[in-house]
């Protein structure tokens, strides 16, 4: 895949070169995020932050990793666009918004719509969630928190052991992690969820075809031994047809620090897309695994910024210019000890 | 008229040379809005980008042409403004305001508005809209595009044959046009508008005092023959009492293109200040149009860009040092083909 | 206090040579937030403008600050965030935030939030207004433009005879200057409220214990007679349980300048937090103060940003640099006479 020019709407796109590509990119772009040094690489250019569905920390995410490589960011919060209303299509504000920006991030609540959009922009298009079809960059940082994690214990994808709990039918999240795990070799999954929000029929196919090795079950303990990563989600209430249906499934799989001592190996890591649901009722993950330094689901929030700053990078072609632009930080990062 | 320091409220501050003006240093931003090169001579500026009613397009034009000027963006999208609701006057708001901002754009609901705003301000001020009233930047990039577009055909503003299409009672764009038009010399105009939606009596008379030549019709197909621009326009539903009323005049005045085809000159240009309504019903602009090389509906909404560069430039009085500050563009451009 | 690294969440962090070091740098920005130079300092720098609850100025203020010193800023403006109505805890979202910028400005509508959001951050957060709890920025810029006042008139912070006038009951900005004020010496205090909209009793308490010499009183022309600052405030009206029980204190206490002549020492200045109400029964002060030049309500607001540079600049510890980063400003500033 040639990143330089093209949209990114799918993780389809990417094979496990392409994988290996970005990976590399976000390395190099670690000690910009981390304020070792600033890059102003992206100096005049523009990107369009446009979400048409609220969905503040991916926006600020996208936002604030444009930023770091200089860029600025245009940006649209409302829901309901206006011209949207008076009838315009798809494609005339793909045409219209393209002409004032360098490269676009739309998150849209209609499925296929970021696609749409694309065919008409004449900027490339960063799909940043289409309703519940695809987010390619959360798959993306996902994978790359699996990596570094796991790199931590001398291992890698393959052979990766994975459980996947909680809302599995309707978790956007761990559909595309599905998706991209199915590219790797010897990956064995439990997947931990009440019966009724199993993962969706097509997709448990997909993974036997590619040789994934599945065991589903409703037993949180059961699941989670013997893994190197479990990946929890929040029930996805807003997907419910009513809330009462949600809620019956709320508190089903809480896993805290006890149950994690009882039944895990040491090093496995705990993962969440974010946010987590912390009130009483869910409490998907407990606050008593503030202190397992296993608990990796801030440095996942963080990796999204260099996995989307090495979107950026590849997409607008720069990523060979950044080292030569280095310059030093002015201000005391962070907080005085 | 002196742009440096000063305030663009009303298309009826610029004369034909002010018009001249303003179109030579957008042709000279070209290649900065193309992305040949960047420039940052705005660095340090900022602008305050104030909509109190919703226009998103509008505003990310204005904030992205501030950007490829250099500068910074501060900006209010808040419909009901908090400090106007606890009894702040107009003029208060443009104090604190002004105070934070080194221009400020400003769209407001209310007619005259901007005006009153202005003159407690102590920055420049660029009405983006009040009302029913002005929108400048509308006018002259309308104004631009014209000019851009004739001058293919050899032609210029002055012998201009133009056809106006659609709301003419309601559409501002095509009052503000009609007024700067009325600047110029053997100009021959249709207006293609069902009976009650027709130009207003006072505008009408403004054209004939300026020697238009002015000739009213239903009939779109005998508008449109022997004129050099099409300007089309939606149904203002929102101006109307009911939308039932507006419903009666949505699709009456579709063009697509084979209308085009059996009435029009080979080069006629068609425009449109966008949103168009693309639902069936009213459906003004077919999209069989789309590959009509005189479709110029999107380079329209480009121009916008330079125009709204064009006129940051010369109210900051920077106009002169924008080659000097002139650097190469890192990035790759547009897409892959 | 050492700024560097650390949050400022409250008033009763600063003592009187805290105050004083933010005051020196404040006066060292002045010719940058009045653009006689730029800097590009915090160039790579992003601030995170969280405001969970609308205050488009106050928002404004610490966006364009932030600006003026070079960085960037990424915002929130949604009243009800997404991620908290899914649950959320706030100290997650201080987590995910501060991942994503290198200083954090928070306004939220729950006394004590701010505090509890940066005890999980992991950068700097500056409250920018927790319920009716602490808003320290705006206190320290009035006292700020208090002693600017006074210093034109050789009289400074000790033995400032001051009438504070309004709703002292539920006005924050007035809570947070009486602590402040509390540092100084021999101040002489007339508190000007209806009875009921009297200051708390533990905000009294306080003031005695400091030495403050307090006179109260309901008539408007005792109270502010023999002062230097007349410190008026709006009746707030969201913090009464029916707007009617606050409508009964409108206008009871309006300032205008025969009020003014007749009472008033010939240097008396007059300030306000703003937004004033200028609703003809509220008109707390007239317009026709607008010619007096002891008005300074305008200035007090264009300190607030440099106030907030100064506060970012020691925090973010650049306040060394600054100079040494100047550079010219390319553009007209102001308007044109």
Not at 240 to 256: H, I, P, Q, T, V
């Amino acid at each position: 895949m040639d990143f330089s020019g093209n949209h990114i709407l799918s993780i389809d796109q990417f094979d496990r070169s392409d994988i290996e590509k970005l990976f590399s990119v976000a390395d190099k772009l670690e000690p910009f995020a981390s304020k070792e040094k600033i890059t102003r690489v992206l100096e005049g250019a523009i990107l369009g932050n446009m979400f048409f569905e609220p969905s503040t920390r991916t926006r600020i995410s996208f936002g604030a990793s444009f930023n770091l490589l200089g860029g600025n960011v245009r940006e649209i919060t409302e829901v309901g666009s206006s011209s949207l209303a008076k009838g315009e299509s798809l494609a005339d504000t793909a045409q219209v918004l393209s002409g004032y920006s360098d490269i676009i991030v739309l998150r849209h609540p209609e499925n296929g719509s970021v696609q749409k959009f694309a065919e008409a922009s004449r900027v490339p298009v960063i799909n940043a969630g289409d309703g519940s079809n695809e987010h390619p960059s959360q798959a993306l940082l996902d994978l790359y928190t699996i990596q570094k994690e796991l790199s931590q214990n001398k291992k890698n994808l393959d052979n990766l052991r994975i459980a996947l709990v909680g809302d599995l039918k309707y978790g956007r999240a761990v559909h595309s992690l599905c998706k991209i795990l199915s590219k790797y070799s010897n990956v064995k999954m439990d997947l931990v969820s009440p019966e009724e929000l199993q993962l969706p029929e097509d997709l448990l196919n997909q993974l036997t075809d590619a040789r994934v090795s599945v065991n589903q079950t409703e037993n949180l303990e059961e699941g989670i031994s013997e893994v190197d990563i479990i990946y929890v989600t929040r029930v996805q209430e807003e997907r419910f047809n009513n809330k009462e249906d949600a809620n019956k499934y709320r508190g089903l799989l809480s896993l805290n620090q006890s149950i994690y001592t009882a039944n895990c190996e040491p090093n496995t890591v705990i993962m969440h897309p974010l946010p987590r649901d912390s009130r009483s009722d869910a409490n998907e993950l407990d606050r008593d695994l503030y202190a397992n330094p296993n608990l990796a689901i801030f440095r996942q929030a963080d990796n999204g910024v260099v996995i989307r700053m090495a979107m950026f990078a590849l997409v607008l072609g720069v990523e060979g210019k950044i080292e030569k632009t280095a310059k030093p930080v002015n201000w005391k990062v962070g907080l005085s000890s």
